[in-house]
């Protein structure tokens, strides 16, 4: 399967040593041109990028996932140890190949089966139990 996902962090900042205290980043030491920073168009590069947004009137970092060859999802019911209150998301549980990853304060966003082999039957329905066809191993 292929899975989507958000995953949600605390806005990391960066300390500049050339800095006096309580002199804040200027725009123009933050946001240089990815051409001048590192040598090179970012294009070239691989990379999940880190956005930051605003939650509950504080500044945090977001960054969509995508994850190819996951057999299950999962979220624990319990909170985990990683989970943080003051951001979005929970653990989730990944299930691929021959292991288990997690990711910490994650929401799910979509998960596709790339290679469906039946036709999903039948119709959910918010108000009602599912509906369709019904299979039983053994006959009572």
Same mark, same amino acid.
């Given at each position: 399967? !292929?899975?989507? !996902? ?12 050339? @800095? ?26 691989? !990379? ?45 549980? !990944? @299930? ?45």
């Amino acid at each position: 399967m !292929l899975v989507h !996902l958000r995953q949600y962090k605390h806005e990391e900042v960066q300390f500049d040593d050339n @800095r006096t205290t309580g002199e804040s980043q200027t725009e123009d030491t933050v946001d240089k041109e990815p051409e001048e920073y590192f040598g090179e168009s970012i294009d070239e590069f691989n !990379l999940e990028t880190w956005e930051t947004i605003e939650y509950e009137d504080d500044p945090i970092q977001q960054r969509d996932v995508s994850i190819e060859g996951v057999t299950a999802v999962s979220v624990p019911k319990e909170e985990t140890d990683a989970d943080d209150p003051d951001l979005p998301g929970k653990t989730i549980q !990944l @299930r691929m190949g021959g292991g288990i990853e997690y990711l910490d304060q994650a929401e799910i966003v979509e998960v596709q089966d790339l290679n469906p082999q039946d036709e999903a039957e039948g119709k959910v329905s918010k108000e009602d139990e599912p509906h369709g066809k019904a299979r039983m191993d053994e006959e009572p």
